[in-house]
């Protein structure tokens, strides 16, 4: 009976800690195990959440550049035809290019295919020295508006007194551009982005005249001279 004591005191203790490392121990590192994963997926959206804001640091840092751009954008793709905006920028640079004429006749806007955007194909003629229908070019490259020529011919007008060439004509077709997918014909009036739309008036045609699109003409007064 003696021996079989610490045989079954052993027997109890070894029940015990089986019943502790079950009831404890298991648990417990189930929990490190759980902890430690935890760990490791806030570690991996630390790294994500650090990466976002990086991001979202260069977009507020880039955004200044970005408005700026995005306005130069609306001031050459307005989002009306704005044609007598249109035609003061084309007068202004006649005036500055030292031209004696100047012709602006727009067309009918038409809806891109994409139908992100309207063309309106304009017909100028300017007329003057070599020198002023080459200024004149240069401006409308540098038009705020948005412009694309498409054809462009010169003819000339007559002789100089010396002989040389004298006054020449000069005629474009170009096409300036609205956001405006609702300018073209049969369209509702007004913009599609709410902006409301500026109306170039023209004249009723006379009963007995039918009629026929209108072209804005300007003729230009010489500059005068530094001294005069």
């Known amino acids: 009976m003696s021996r079989r004591g610490p045989l079954i005191a052993a027997a109890v203790s070894g029940l015990v800690i089986m019943l502790v ?7 417990k590192m189930h929990e490190v195990s759980q902890a430690h994963d935890d760990l490791l997926t806030a570690q ?9 804001l990086r991001a979202l640091q260069d977009a ?18 307005p989002t009306t035809a704005d044609l007598p905006g249109l035609f ?23 809806t891109d295919a994409s139908a992100t955007f309207s ?48 006054q020449l004509q000069m005629q474009l077709q170009v096409a300036f551009f609205t956001t405006d997918t609702s300018a073209g ?25 039918s009629p026929s699109p209108e072209i804005s003409t300007a003729p230009i007064s010489p500059s005068p001279s530094p001294g005069g």
């Open 21 to 27: 490392t079950l009831l404890v121990v298991v648990p």
């Open 44 to 52: 991996g959206e630390a790294v994500s959440l650090q990466a976002q």
């Open 60 to 77: 507020q840092a880039a955004a200044p550049a970005a408005q700026k751009q995005i306005r130069k954008i609306e001031k050459q793709i």
């Open 88 to 110: 003061r920028l084309l007068r202004d640079a006649a005036n500055l290019s030292a031209v004696d004429f100047f012709s602006f006749s727009p067309g009918t806007p038409v």
């Open 119 to 166: 063309t309106l194909s304009s017909s100028i003629i300017v007329s003057g020295s070599y020198f002023s229908l080459e200024e004149f070019l240069h401006r409308l490259e540098i038009l705020p508006r948005a412009a694309k020529v498409t054809s462009i011919s010169l003819a000339a007008l007559g002789t100089d007194a010396t002989g040389g060439s004298g």
């Open 185 to 209: 014909p049969g369209s509702l009036p007004g913009p599609t982005q709410g902006t409301a739309p500026v109306v170039l008036p023209s004249p009723s045609p006379s009963p007995a005249e």
